[in-house]
């Protein structure tokens, strides 16, 4: 009987260590993924371009479509930070719980999808406001930055 308690033991804590470096890595990773935060820094910067061509308007439209989505961000980034955070204690404080952890880890990537749909609407809503010459200039040196920056690959 004590070695069937024992191999129990030993499962029971290899399992607990493979969801704690599974978690970890997701946190890790996740971690990761939103550091660079492309989004508003090199949209904005491209719709701001003179090669774009907006008229002041446009600008004030597009400005406060921008003030919206910061807020947004900066909201939906708080939430992700105290979501990481529950993720992180429930990894260590409830291993032996996965239902818990997994339901932590849905949260965190609940918040990091919330987040990539703001950027994907920040863009939409904003290419909206462009004539068709603009959208397709726009379109052009957004594609080239996507895909020579190797941020946009993490």
């Not at 290899?14 to 969801?19: D, K």
């Not at 004539?131 to 726009?138: A, I």
């Amino acid at each position: 009987m004590n070695r069937l308690a024992g191999n129990l033991a030993i499962v029971a804590g290899a399992i607990a260590l493979g969801l704690i470096a599974g978690f970890g890595g997701a946190w890790a990773g996740l971690s990761q993924a939103r550091a660079p935060e492309p989004f508003p820094q090199t949209v904005s910067a491209l719709l701001d371009d003179a090669s774009v061509g907006l008229t002041i308007e446009q600008h004030a439209r597009i400005d406060a479509l921008r003030q919206s989505y910061e807020a947004e961000r900066k909201a939906s980034g708080a939430r992700l930070q105290t979501a990481l955070v529950a993720l992180s204690q429930a990894v260590v404080q409830k291993a032996d719980k996965p239902a818990q952890v997994e339901a932590a880890a849905a949260l965190v990537d609940g918040i990091v999808h919330e987040r990539r749909m703001a950027s994907i609407a920040f863009i939409s809503n904003a290419r909206a406001l462009l004539t068709g010459p603009q959208r397709t200039t726009f379109d052009t040196s957004f594609l080239r930055v996507v895909a020579n920056d190797p941020s946009y690959s993490q």
